[in-house]
T-cell receptor
């Protein structure tokens, strides 16, 4: 099985722009979670989607949004980019998002905001 | 909210030796899961080991084992016979039981393996 893929891998944007990141989960996985990883904060949970519905959301401003499509692929969008949004954005997939399941992570999208 | 603390930003170990990474967490819940994830340089994060809170027996996966102290809210990872491939950032994580609950991650411990 192919692993979790994320596109693009690298992205450079300027403040005020918006960006869309994509995540394709492992085939058959219906739960997709997104995380922001920064050196000082570690991994911070953004949101989790299951069957096109957002089930859980972390403590991020409304500029961060996401969606999931019927094929379980997910996108996240960040509007009005700020310098502090520079980070590695990881997505992870699992079969159903139950607590004990293994989450499989993608390679991440590294976003740099200038 | 739950918090996970890794007090060792960096650790080093000689090849073939044993190293222990520390993790503490804070929660008022009784049913939860704990995980250690490994993130090698420029590679994807992978699960190393997990522990159910209701199980007293410590989890073991080959050279990796945990010391789970529920009352002390401590969850350390022991790596035996360290190998060069163990060099990575290690993250401790907490997740409530149920469905759709988020992971809470520590800030990570960077492990260097010295040949």
């Amino acid at each position: 099985k192919a692993g979790v893929t994320q596109t693009p891998r690298y992205l450079i944007k300027t403040r005020g722009q918006q960006v869309t990141l994509s995540c394709s989960p492992i085939s058959g996985h219906r739960s997709v979670s997104w995380y922001q990883q920064t050196p000082g904060q570690g991994l911070q949970f953004l949101f989790e989607y299951f069957s096109e519905t957002q089930r859980n959301k972390g403590n991020f401003p409304g500029r961060f949004s996401g969606r999931q499509f019927s094929n379980s692929r997910s996108e996240m969008n960040v509007s009005t980019l700020e310098l502090g949004d520079s980070a590695l954005y990881l997505c992870a997939s699992s079969l159903a998002g139950t607590a004990f399941e293994t989450q499989y992570f993608g390679p991440g999208t590294r976003l740099l905001v200038l | 909210a739950q918090t996970v603390t890794q007090s060792q930003p960096e650790m080093s170990v000689q090849e073939a030796e044993t190293v222990t990474l520390s993790c503490t967490y804070d929660t008022s819940e009784s049913d939860y899961y704990l995980f250690w994830y490994k993130q090698p340089p420029s590679r994807q994060m992978i699960l190393v080991i997990r522990q159910e809170a209701y199980k007293q027996q410590n989890a073991t996966e080959n050279r990796f084992s945990v010391n789970f102290q529920k009352a002390a809210k401590s969850f350390s990872l022991k790596i035996s016979d360290s190998q060069l491939g163990d060099a990575a950032m290690y993250f401790c994580a907490y997740r409530s039981a149920g469905t759709g609950n988020q992971f809470y991650f520590g800030t990570g411990t960077s492990l260097t393996v010295i040949p």
